[in-house]
Each structure stands twice: as structure tokens, then as C-alpha cells.
């Protein structure tokens, strides 16, 4: 009989330990945390940068995390919030991601407001474990940062001359509409 209660405290003990690791929580749980983080990130760009979260294209699977609109471009944000010890976990699966999500913004854009601009897509590690080496070189296209780097890579590009208040204000509108989020 004692036996049985070694075994049960080895098992509560073990459970624990997974909570304070998360590895336990369903992807969508750790993924919703991560997207918070970014959130907070996003928060403290100033007021002349837009955001919208949670967008979702009519017609198209899945939705974008995050739309930064703002004098520097439209950024296009995809959050990953994984447990691994390793950014290169998926690594091309998140980068096609990242990309096909600037695209539907690029053609949302295009198709509602008639404006050809350039959409910048960001992939960004919101576990501050994971060392990102990055930066400020795009891979394949696209922006891979830790969550320390993301305000940086959006505030420091140069401006866009056809990206006025008046622009970002009529794209922050329109992209509102579809997402399920206003920031």
C-alpha cells in the first residue's frame, strides 16, 4: 500500500513540473500567450503606428496574428510562442507562413483600396529563451526576430512617402473590418 502513494506523489510531482514547463497546454493556449506578448510589444510603438489583430481574409484558411500599419510599411506578423529550444522547429513551415500572410494582406489591400504597397512580413519568437540571430536579414524574404527585436525592425525602416496618416487611417479601417480584434 505505501508503495501506491510513492507512485502518486512521483506522478503529482511530475505533473507539476509540466506546468511550470507549459508542455503541457494545448498549442492554441501557448500560442494565444505568445500573441499577448506581442501585443504588449506592439502597444508601446508610437500612436502613429495601427495595428489590428486576429485578421482574417474572406475566402482564405486561417488568419493573420498581427497587421502593423504605420509610415515605415504594412507588416504582416506572425507570433510563435514554442516551447522548443530551437527556432529552426519548422522553421521553412513558419517562413512559407509568414510570406503567404503578407500576400493576403498585399491583395486585401489591393482589392479594397486599390493601394499597391508592399507588405513586410515578420516571423517573430515570443519565447525569450530561444536566441534568434536574425535581425535586420530578412530570411527568404522575411523578418525572423525574438520579441525584443520586432518594434526595432518595424520603427526603423525608412518611411514610405505613400503611407500618410490619411492612408494608414483608411487601411487600419478596412482591415478592422476583418479582424476579430481592434488594438
Known sequence: MTYWWVIIAD???????????????PSWVKGSEGEEKVL??????P????HVADFYAPGQYGNVDFVVIGPTGIFAIEAKNTSKKSFDYNFEKYLRESKREAVIIGKFVKDNLQEDIWVIPILVYTNRKIKVHYGEHPQDGVFVVGISWLNKIIQDRPIDPHLTPEVCEKLNLE???????FV
Do not use: I, T
Open 11 to 25: 506522478l503529482v510531482v511530475l505533473f507539476m513540473f509540466s506546468w511550470v514547463k507549459n508542455d503541457w497546454l
Open 40 to 45: 504588449d510589444e506592439l502597444k508601446k510603438l
Open 47 to 50: 500612436k502613429e503606428f495601427l
Open 175 to 181: 482591415l478592422n473590418k476583418q479582424g476579430s480584434d
